[in-house]
């Protein structure tokens, strides 16, 4: 279930709360199921996937793909998969935790753990969303936002690119309000 928080503290968990709130930044977060194959749950209940095996959940869920893929023009997929034991992990995330926009969509399908997307709004006010397993997110060209991972430090994010660049963060040098977000 998706969280919001607005900079003042209040709390959204209805999706209809949140729709609303996010609605300016045209941000859309919507429920994807992994289904019932109990393969696919034995998989995501793994801390770490080998290539061969994040190659089995993709396929498994392709079935997302393929309608990004007639309907948006999606090129491409990967199965990210982070947890607090993968060396360097602060510094792989750091170059995200920065108020950053991108020239595409960043869209991800997050099937295990969970993550928190901060942005900010068209008055200049800050949100962060945390979404967590079996919600998609697409964060639309251009939207400045920012994203780290919650205390947890695990995710298993599908992510999906419209260009085999994948997403190149512009930075735009908005100080990030929100306390939460502590690295190190």
Known sequence: MAILRLEDGTTYTQLEDIARELAPL?????????G????????????????????RVLQALDGYFERLKQDFGYQ???LIVLH???????????KFESCHT???????????????FGFVRPDRSQV??????????????????WFHLSDRKQIKAVRYFITTEGWIPEYTGTSIRFPALVTG
Do not use: C, F, M
């Not at 941000?27 to 992994?34: A, D, H, I, R, T």
């Not at 607090?84 to 750091?94: D, S, V």
């Not at 991108?102 to 928190?116: L, P, S």
């Not at 397993?133 to 251009?142: C, H, Q």
């Open 26 to 34: 045209k941000v859309q977060l919507n429920y994807w199921s992994v």
């Open 36 to 55: 019932e194959n109990p393969e696919i749950h034995n998989l995501l209940a793994k801390e770490a996937l080998n290539e061969n095996e994040k190659e």
């Open 76 to 78: 491409s997929r990967d």
């Open 84 to 94: 607090p034991n993968i060396p360097n992990l602060n510094t792989l995330l750091a």
């Open 102 to 116: 991108h020239a595409d969509d960043e869209v991800r399908y997050i099937i295990d753990g969970e993550g928190v």
């Open 128 to 145: 962060e969303l945390t979404i967590q397993s079996e919600e998609y997110i697409n964060v639309p060209a251009g939207t400045e936002h």
